[in-house]
């Protein structure tokens, strides 16, 4: 690596929380302590904003404006 780069480049931050595994690993996708952990301490850093700082886990949507719409809706993950 020429050196210009690599002063111009600086390693990811290190979370402070409660992750402790240098990898992400199948236990970080099970859904629980870990998952959460890897959420808390890298993601939601990460992507800090009024929107997502409640961590919900769903979509809402003002039934008004839906109605104005139409009368279908479809939703898929």
Same mark, same amino acid.
């Given at each position: 690596?020429?050196?210009?780069?690599?002063? =111009?480049?600086?390693?990811? /931050?290190?979370?402070?929380?409660?992750?402790?595994?240098?990898?992400?690993? *199948? +236990?970080?996708?099970?859904?629980?302590?870990?998952?959460?952990?890897?959420?808390?301490?890298?993601?939601? =850093?990460?992507?800090?904003? /009024?929107?997502?700082?409640?961590?919900?886990?769903?979509?809402?949507?003002? *039934? +008004?404006?839906?109605?104005?719409?139409?009368?279908?809706?479809?939703?898929?993950?």
């Amino acid at each position: 690596m020429s050196e210009a780069l690599d002063k =111009r480049t600086s390693p990811a /931050p290190r979370p402070r929380g409660k992750l402790n595994v240098p990898k992400v690993t *199948l +236990a970080h996708g099970g859904g629980g302590k870990a998952m959460r952990d890897l959420v808390d301490d890298v993601f939601v =850093r990460a992507f800090d904003n /009024p929107l997502l700082a409640t961590l919900e886990d769903q979509a809402r949507f003002r *039934l +008004a404006d839906l109605s104005a719409q139409g009368d279908r809706l479809a939703m898929t993950t």
